[in-house]
């Protein structure tokens, strides 16, 4: 394992995701985590991330040295890369020399470990406000910027690496090979972190976890669930039973679509229960967001407890084995819900913040070290097609949370009307692939006054919200064509009655979440 320490920024994720497409397992660990216990889990190598703060700032979270002597190799970047210089005795100013975006980064020791290979001046991307302007004792100064006389550094003696800029970024062009060469070059790692061994080690350990027992599956329709249930099935086969909860809160033909194409292409054991009903009578009268997710979540739990008894019944003496319930909570969830990496909680998560305090069955979580490309790469290794694979995602809470006041049946109507024709029109210009996803939301507490024909109307606003994204933690609104924006609008407010205006969110993430709620 390669521990990334996150100093609080954005990065820390993306750099964990790079080293992991070096083909090199990651995992994210705060800051504030004691360098003993960072130690104690035996890391081949630890990064030390960018982050928001200037090495001067009271409460700058700081860097305990005896990391760097622990024979552990350590790669700073831009912040860490500062902690670093500071920590071993070396200079860092706040001397005004700010940078910030693309820059000329010169290497003046052409076959140093890191920069081997690559090209005398490169671009790279650089946000800071402090400089380095002299190495610590021991270490070669390998690059330069025109404001930074020290923007690189090593000490190959004591595996101790460092650059001012983010090779994490794919504006820094030799970035992704600067960071191998400090996995492969400077820490000496073998890649081993493939598609392959990810579903060998799990199947593995799924198997010794459940043993003879049973689990049963959260099915959502989704490429998380989906892929997490092919490879659970993959470890225990007829032990584990699919359980598709139709809550109410999917888009037109979703349903048809998980009982039809995913069966189609695993043979899993499904079963279908029908829940609306008790999700809208438990989502009467409430519009807070979060209780909503709450809500939603919690009768997730009940609904499967509720199949799982079932289960157990036709089971007879075998029943009481049915003790697992599988679910697709990626690693970012894991991260963005505060979980162990002492990261703010934005969202609770369906997957994980929204879960009962009473559960009562043990979780399989099989994708919980996973990114999503990673996720997908698995899906294919698996056997599972595209049109599953490449699904966009769509939140656990459904419709739930993209109608902006109280969930009602009609108002449920008028949102998947709305949503099918967007879908439609999107597929239709073969846009899928390069949206993350869009979702559409109904502001179902505003009314805006519409003529139509010689009739006044007074009808709801829909905001469409397509996006482009990497990873979901960040996005950008999609410049979608006007063309294709006139056609849906002219669409939706023909076809749909009662909306009557149709908007489009261009914010990006952050400031703004991608869904509405
Ligand atoms: P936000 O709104 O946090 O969404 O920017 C990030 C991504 O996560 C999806 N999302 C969810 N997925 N359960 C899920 O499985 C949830 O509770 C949930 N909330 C948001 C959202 O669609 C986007 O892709």
């Given at each position: 394992t390669v521990l990334v320490v996150d100093f609080g920024a954005q990065y820390a994720q993306l750099i964990a995701r790079r080293v992991r497409e070096a083909r090199v397992y990651s995992e994210i660990v705060p800051s504030t985590t004691p360098v003993a216990e960072i130690l104690a889990r035996r890391p081949r190598a630890v990064i030390l991330s960018g982050g928001?703060?200037?090495?001067?700032?009271?409460?700058?979270?700081?860097?305990?040295?005896?990391?760097?002597?622990?024979?552990?190799?350590?790669?700073?970047?831009?912040?860490?890369?500062?902690?670093?210089?500071?920590?071993?005795?070396?200079t860092v100013d706040n001397s005004g020399a700010r940078e910030y975006g693309r820059t000329v980064l010169s290497v003046s020791v052409p076959d140093s470990t890191l920069f081997e290979g690559t090209p005398a001046e490169q671009q790279v991307w650089m946000s800071h406000g402090d400089a380095c302007s002299a190495a610590p004792e021991g270490f070669t100064v390998t690059a330069s910027t025109d404001t930074v006389p020290v923007a690189a550094f090593e000490d190959d003696g004591r595996r101790l690496y460092g650059v001012q800029h983010h090779p994490e970024v794919l504006h820094s062009t030799y970035g992704q090979q600067v960071l191998e060469h400090f996995l492969h070059r400077g820490a000496g790692i073998t890649p081993s972190w493939t598609t392959g061994s990810i579903v060998a080690e799990q199947v593995e350990e799924i198997r010794a976890r459940v043993g003879s027992r049973r689990a049963i599956c959260a099915l959502s329709g989704g490429v998380d669930s989906a892929v997490a249930a092919a490879l659970v099935q993959r470890a225990i086969g007829d032990q584990l039973t699919c359980v598709y909860v139709d809550h109410g809160l999917m888009r037109q033909g979703e349903s048809e679509q998980v009982e039809k194409d995913f069966v189609a292409a695993t043979?899993?054991?499904?079963?279908?229960?029908?829940?609306?009903?008790?999700?809208?009578?438990?989502?009467?009268?409430?519009?807070?967001?979060?209780?909503?997710?709450?809500?939603?979540?919690?009768?997730?739990?009940?609904?499967?407890?509720?199949?799982?008894?079932?289960?157990?019944?036709?089971?007879?003496?075998?029943?009481?084995?049915?003790?697992?319930?599988?679910q697709g909570t990626l690693y970012p969830d894991v991260v963005e819900s505060g979980g162990g990496t002492g990261t703010a909680s934005i969202k609770s998560h369906h997957n994980v913040g929204g879960l009962p305090d009473d559960l009562e069955f043990e979780l399989i979580e099989?994708?919980?070290?996973?990114?999503?490309?990673?996720?997908?790469?698995?899906?294919?290794?698996?056997?599972?097609?595209?049109e599953i694979v490449h699904r966009q995602p769509f939140p656990g809470p459904g419709l739930g949370i993209r109608i902006v006041g109280e969930v009602t049946r009609e108002r449920l109507d008028l949102l998947r009307a709305a949503d099918a024709i967007v879908r439609e029109e999107l597929t239709g210009a073969g846009l899928d692939r390069q949206i993350w996803q869009c979702p559409v939301v109904l502001l179902a507490d505003v009314r805006s006054v519409g003529v139509q024909g010689d009739g006044r109307t007074y009808g709801h606003p829909v905001v469409l919200r397509p996006v482009t994204s990497e990873d979901a933690m960040t996005a950008d609104w999609s410049r979608l064509p006007y063309d294709l924006l006139a056609r849906i609008s002219t669409r939706i407010t023909n076809e749909v009655r009662d909306i009557n205006r149709v908007t489009l969110d261009i914010t990006s993430k952050p400031p703004g979440t991608i869904e509405w709620e």
């Open positions: 928001p703060a200037s090495v001067y700032a009271e409460n700058a979270p700081g860097i305990d040295p005896a990391l760097f002597d622990a024979g552990v190799p350590v790669f700073g970047m831009c912040y860490g890369f500062q902690l670093m210089a500071q920590a071993l005795g070396g043979g899993v054991r499904l079963r279908v229960v029908d829940a609306a009903d008790r999700f809208l009578d438990a989502l009467a009268g409430v519009s807070d967001p979060e209780r909503k997710r709450k809500i939603i979540g919690r009768e997730f739990i009940r609904v499967f407890e509720q199949a799982q008894a079932e289960l157990v019944a036709e089971a007879g003496e075998a029943g009481e084995d049915v003790a697992f319930l599988v099989p994708l919980r070290k996973l990114f999503k490309d990673e996720v997908r790469m698995v899906g294919r290794e698996l056997g599972l097609p595209e």
